[in-house]
């Protein structure tokens, strides 16, 4: 083989190594450190003690998150009060997961009814770092262009960089109507689905999967997953709404929720 060749496929290899890196999973980009503990809600789902996602607290003993994110082959355990994964923090507790509850709608090969619900082992320690996160009851689209509120440990960067502190970042809630057109989404997203814009590589993604888009202090959706190329414009983050479930997830945790939302409990 002479050196011309050599220099193509070197060039080859080289190009298919900038597009895996031009493509990662699992961060949000664009997000700047937040606050330490200012979302005393957040969790992070964990496998062998390894990040894998995200959830938040949605009752003493509940956390919810994406269904994708759930092995049944492996023990997953859950991390509260944390704003670094690896440092010490007085805050901070590891627990063990009594029972996984993926929706039953869920399957690995869509993104539909990508909800979880994790059952701790015991209640949560409640405190300033620790609190449990109101989440909608009342179906209804959030309108486009509120600003909302997504946040994670998932990758950050195109080298594959995972950061130790919990970033955050205000993205804008897209119309379905908007989501859904060609250029986008193309007609995927259903009622129980909702996206937000991602704008110069402003966005979140699967290693974020799991996670509240929280939009006036309430949280509206779950990240979700999907394949897609993070931070691309036209491909628009896409969220797991929580309100279409309500009675499901009413049912599976004994209705022990209920009385821990200080939003109204409206059958739907």
């Known amino acids: 083989m002479g050196d011309s060749w050599v220099r193509v496929l070197a060039l080859i290899f080289l190009g298919a190594a900038m597009c895996a890196l031009a493509q990662p999973r699992g961060r949000i980009l664009g997000g700047s450190v937040a606050q330490a503990h200012a979302r005393p809600y957040m969790a992070s789902v964990q496998v062998n003690g390894s990040h894998m996602c995200g959830g938040f607290l949605i009752a003493e003993q509940w956390v919810l998150s994406a269904a994708h994110c759930w092995d049944n082959?492996?023990?997953?355990?859950?991390?509260l009060g944390a704003h670094s994964l690896s440092l010490p923090e007085s805050s901070k507790r590891l627990y063990n997961v009594l029972r996984a509850v993926p929706h039953p709608g869920s399957k690995p090969d869509t993104i539909d009814h990508d909800l979880l619900l994790l059952q701790l082992s015991e209640k949560a320690e409640l405190g300033p770092a620790v609190q449990i996160l109101a989440w909608q009851h009342e179906d209804l689209d959030v309108k486009g262009g509120?600003?909302?509120?997504?946040?994670?440990?998932?990758?950050?960067?195109?080298?594959?960089?995972?950061p130790d502190l919990l970033k955050n970042l205000t993205v804008p809630v897209m119309d379905r109507a908007t989501c859904n057109l060609r250029?986008?989404?193309?007609g995927t997203i259903t009622d129980s689905m909702m996206c937000t814009e991602s704008h110069y590589r402003r966005d979140s993604c699967t290693g974020d999967s799991g996670g509240p888009l929280v939009c006036g202090g309430v949280a509206e959706a779950v990240v979700t997953?999907?394949?897609?190329?993070?931070?691309n414009r036209?491909?628009?983050?896409?969220?797991?709404?929580?309100?279409?479930?309500?009675?499901?997830?009413?049912l599976e945790t004994n209705d022990t929720i209920s009385h821990q939302s200080n939003l109204s409990n409206k059958a739907l």
């Open 73 to 79: 082959t492996t023990d997953m355990q859950v991390l």
């Open 225 to 231: 997953s999907g394949s897609r190329v993070c931070g």
């Open 234 to 250: 036209k491909k628009p983050s896409i969220f797991t709404r929580v309100a279409p479930y309500q009675k499901w997830i009413m």
């Open 146 to 162: 509120t600003l909302c509120d997504v946040a994670g440990w998932g990758v950050d960067s195109y080298t594959g960089h995972r």
């Open 183 to 186: 250029i986008y989404h193309d």
